[in-house]
């Protein structure tokens, strides 16, 4: 019987995760075949996890306890490390994820190395709105290019089902100092390895946005990650795509003008031309065709 690894860090989560519970319950309730382990990284270890039991009996809970805030990265890949599933899901505690969702990436992934959902994103009114528009727009995950002229378009990792032996030892051994760009850096390295993901136009999976703290610090905090994942990403392959790295130094550079500093967004975008054109293609052409 085949094992599938949900990963889910914890971070003074305890309330979200009785709900979380049940979602996956019902999940994998379907799916008689395959067995579950749902792998509680507490990365808050001052704040025990709660106790948790599933009536399933293919769906084992497991908990690890970080021996202080590690940060979600390198929970995740403490998760991975400890994992014994074929499949790895990382599911953040606050995410939903819809009945069928391990039944259609199981029937989609064959012989990929990722199946991609679509999904929604959670406003703060309460209101979903889809990530990709059309199939087009959804099957630019499979196109580095798109990660490096518009940026991270997979909104979470879960939103994904990945083969556990097509996740890069370079991504697992290069875990980032400031948390935020890991799955850009997952994505990109296992593109430029040659993985292959297949795609489900059907949103199976439900994603929050909660902000928190300052806007501003926020987003700084997270081009800071975003510049540490792509001098890792440049390490790592070293002369291999270095076209693609000045695109995204531009890239980082343009955005954090517009978002810190308030410049003007159409005249940085009009200096750099070939960002402009596939932004426009991504996020206009192929959204409404």
């Known amino acids: 019987m085949e094992k599938i690894s ?17 979602i996956i319950e019902k999940a994998t309730y379907k799916l008689k075949n395959f067995c579950f382990e749902w792998i509680l990284i507490n990365d808050s270890p001052q704040v025990p996890l709660k106790k948790l039991t599933s009536n399933n009996k293919n769906l084992i809970i497991k908990k690890l306890d970080n021996p202080y805030n590690l940060g979600i990265q390198k929970s995740r890949i403490k998760g991975v490390q400890k994992s014994k599933g074929k499949y790895i899901v990382f599911l953040d505690q606050d995410d939903l ?5 391990f039944k259609a990436h ?15 994103v959670e406003q703060k009114n309460g209101k979903l709105k889809k990530f990709f528009n059309t ?33 890069p030892q370079s991504w697992l051994n290069n875990p980032l100092s400031i948390n935020g760009a890991d799955d850009w850096l997952l994505w990109v390295l296992m593109l430029t390895e040659g993985n292959s993901f297949s795609t489900i136009f059907r949103p199976l999976y439900i994603h929050k946005k909660n902000d928190t703290g300052n806007a501003s610090d926020n987003k700084e905090r997270m081009w800071l990650s975003t510049s540490e994942a792509l001098e890792k990403y440049s390490n790592i392959i ?18 954090e003008s517009f978002q810190l500093e308030k410049k003007n967004k159409l005249l940085l975008y009009s200096l750099n031309p070939d960002i402009l054109f596939f932004v426009i293609d991504y996020k206009i052409i192929r959204r409404y065709s």
């Open 6 to 22: 949900i990963i889910t860090p914890v971070y003074k989560g305890n309330k979200y995760l009785t709900n979380l519970l049940t």
């Open 97 to 101: 994820i819809d009945s069928n969702f």
């Open 106 to 120: 199981l029937a989609n992934i064959k012989e990929t190395d990722v199946s991609i959902s679509n999904g929604y």
């Open 135 to 167: 199939k087009r727009q959804l099957n630019c995950v499979k196109n580095l290019k798109i990660f490096f002229y518009v940026g991270d378009i997979i909104v979470s990792p879960g939103m994904a089902l990945i083969k556990k032996s097509s996740i």
């Open 238 to 255: 070293q002369n291999k795509n270095s076209h693609l790295v000045k695109v995204f130094k531009r890239r980082i550079r343009l955005i």
